[in-house]
């Protein structure tokens, strides 16, 4: 996949931001993520104010997002965690600790699952973490690498350790961007895909 989308890089971003990006993004478009979160920093430029702030005043800022009423309670008890376990709002200790460390301590907040784990601790830590999310998962069922009853936790554990050191980022972009234009969840077209020989439905397909 490297050599038909190259090795696409990010800049890393604040662990905090990372986080509510990834509770804004569950369930919606990226580009309705990106508005909501925009809409959100607008209405609250610190954290802080979205601490204090009414659920109700959550809600309206994301409305655009999708499924605003669930996911501006779910901010708020975010913060309310964060703030009781790091004593303020911001999270660079993460990048401080070990991935296994980073990763248990996010798995005490409420709500975050693996996924959005594992996009904080990759996106905004560098840390050999790796999203699957319903690209990354459906091209793994399609491939053979993973069960078609595999829960999204299992997921995560059975993918990580084959990937290679220092690739976890761009395949990751990579096989989201292969999900989006090639292996679609319907009609997908597998003559031209890249990796259509070690995909078991893709060589059904040929």
């Known amino acids: 996949m490297a050599s038909r989308y ?14 509510i990006e990834t509770v804004l993004s569950q369930n919606t478009s990226d580009l309705n993520s990106g508005r909501a979160f925009a809409a959100l920093k607008a209405a609250f430029p610190r954290w802080e ?54 990763e248990a301590w ?5 709500g975050v699952g693996p996924k959005t784990r594992a996009c904080v601790l990759l996106f905004a830590c560098g840390h050999p973490a790796f999203p699957v999310d319903t690209h990354v998962a459906r091209i793994a069922r399609r491939a053979g690498l993973i069960g078609a ?19 976890h980022l761009d395949l990751h972009l990579n096989l989201i961007r292969l999900g989006r234009e090639l292996c679609r969840p319907r009609a997908p077209r597998c ?14 397909a040929a």
Request: a positive charge.
């Open 106 to 110: 996010l798995q005490g907040l409420p």
């Open 191 to 204: 003559p031209e895909c890249p990796i259509r020989r070690d995909c078991d439905h893709g060589r059904s």
């Open 149 to 167: 009853k595999t829960s999204a936790e299992e997921a995560h554990a059975l993918l990580l350790p084959d990937v290679p050191e220092g690739r």
């Open 6 to 19: 190259g090795r696409p890089r990010r800049r890393p971003g604040e662990p905090l931001d990372c986080l």
């Open 49 to 102: 104010d979205a601490a204090r702030a009414r659920p109700a005043a959550i809600e309206r800022a994301i409305r655009r997002g999708g499924l605003a009423r669930i996911k501006s309670r779910r901010i708020k008890r975010v913060l309310a965690a964060v703030q009781h376990r790091a004593g303020r709002l911001e999270l660079s200790v993460l990048r401080r600790l070990p991935p296994e460390q980073a």
